[in-house]
């Protein structure tokens, strides 16, 4: 059976994002883009929230035509046109890219689809991942510890949310000053 897999880049204050969703403080160089791109070629499915997805259409789909783009923006544009996406929302329409849309995050169905699909499920989107955690279905965090503190944005984790028991599976860092936390959720204890 597959994984719920969250990964997300937090600034070391715990930030996923600035006040106005900025992003600009990443620091994504080609090891770890090349990183990204391996874990997620693996993946069976993304899930994502209406502003993952929208963020992410906004981009990849024509990302390897630009003659400029660097090697990993040209394989992830492909990894990410080819993969099945599920795309969690309740005000869009229509979707493309190889997408669907879900209406409510239900835990019978993604059980279901952990079950069916081949492969872990990578999921993006603060929104989405609070209603997923919320209803304890992430298995797995990948957390990309970016080097700066940006003060105010959308923290990882909402006040409000009950304590996540996590046990250290894995730690990476990468040159550019990254490092990756990999917590499994304990399951039966």
């Known amino acids: 059976m597959g994984k719920i897999v969250v990964a997300m880049s937090i600034s070391v204050d715990g930030f996923i994002a600035g006040p106005e969703g900025e992003l600009d403080w990443h620091l ?51 990894i990410w046109r080819d993969m099945p996406k599920i795309v969690y929302s309740r005000t869009l329409e229509h979707v493309d890219w190889n997408a669907t849309i879900a209406r409510d995050v239900d835990a019978d169905e993604v059980n279901a689809l952990k079950a069916e699909t081949g492969g872990d499920l990578a999921l993006g989107g603060a929104e989405v991942a609070a209603s997923f955690q919320r209803l304890d279905l992430v298995d797995e965090y990948r957390l990309y510890v970016h080097p700066v503190a940006i003060g105010k944005g959308k923290p990882m984790f909402e006040p409000s949310q009950p304590r996540l028991a996590l046990a250290l599976a894995e730690t990476r860092v990468f040159g550019n000053g990254v490092v990756m936390l990999r917590y499994e959720r304990p399951r039966g204890q």
């Open 28 to 78: 994504v160089d080609d090891e770890l883009h090349s990183y990204f791109n391996d874990h997620l070629s693996r993946m069976g499915a993304f899930l994502n929230g209406r502003v993952m997805y929208e963020l992410m259409a906004g981009f990849w789909p024509t990302a390897d035509k630009d003659p400029a783009s660097a090697p990993t923006i040209v394989e992830f544009a492909r």
